[in-house]
């Protein structure tokens, strides 16, 4: 079984400051880890991913994360907020014989502010 | 443009009535996908199809059912079995061999009065 768990359901952040989101995970078998975003009443789109090989992982718009096998997690980090970067944000595990199937977490609303 | 085309994007339907929902994408993927939003529960996953004419239970599939006629189709039938139907339906599909790279139509937004 996968389960993942976001560590703060709102975040706020000023324009230009660093953005940081936790997401830690639980998994049988090696995970392959997702960041997905959301807008409002839109679907979610593919941030980054993580499978195999390089812990660090660059996605689009500026954004990264690390995955840390001892820490069972996958932060998302972008150096400098925009205000378009607000917005609901996913982690998601899969893996294994159900490497179709994610499972996300519960989100994080990210805010910034002028 | 390929993509994942989702239909009726709001719907009000009375307690007790059955309602459909359409996902239909052109991406040409083997798999399909239907999740559940709730606000604060993230997606839960209702059904899921890895090829056409076979499809699986999710976490949550009571009270819904699901047909895969059709690579390109996979639609869900909200039920009158569903003890509270009123949520945000997103479908989505993958590619063979893609892990996890989900793309996603931009939802049907379902409230039951």
């Known amino acids: 079984a996968q389960s993942v768990t976001q560590l703060g359901s709102h975040v706020s952040v000023s324009e230009g400051a660093l953005v940081l989101l936790r997401c830690n995970y639980s998994?049988?078998?090696?995970?392959?880890l997702f960041w997905y975003v959301q807008y409002p009443n839109q679907g979610l789109q593919l941030l980054l991913k993580?499978?195999?090989?390089?812990?660090l992982v660059k996605g689009i718009n500026g954004f990264e994360a690390e995955f840390k096998k001892s820490e069972t997690s996958f932060h998302l980090t972008k150096p400098s907020a925009h205000m378009s970067d607000a917005a609901e944000y996913f982690c998601?595990?899969?893996?294994?014989?159900?490497?179709?199937?994610?499972?996300f977490g519960q989100g994080t609303i990210l805010t910034v502010h002028p | 443009d390929g993509g994942i085309t989702q239909s009726p994007k709001y719907l009000f339907r009375k307690e007790g009535q059955n309602v459909t929902l359409s996902c239909e994408q052109n991406?040409?993927?083997?798999?399909m996908y239907w999740y559940r939003q709730d606000p604060g529960q993230g997606l839960r996953l209702i059904y899921y199809s890895q090829i056409v004419n076979d499809f699986q239970k999710g976490d949550i599939a009571e009270g819904y059912s699901v047909s895969r006629e059709k690579k390109e189709s996979f639609p869900l039938t909200v039920t009158s079995a569903q003890k509270n139907p009123t949520a945000f339906y997103l479908c989505a599909s993958m590619a063979s061999g893609v892990a996890g790279e989900l793309f996603f139509g931009e939802g049907s937004r379902l409230t039951v009065l």
């Open positions: 998601a595990v899969s893996g294994g014989t159900s490497y179709g199937k994610l499972t």
């Open positions: 993580y499978t195999t090989g390089a812990t």
């Open positions: 991406l040409n993927h083997d798999a």
């Open positions: 998994s049988s078998v090696p995970p392959y």
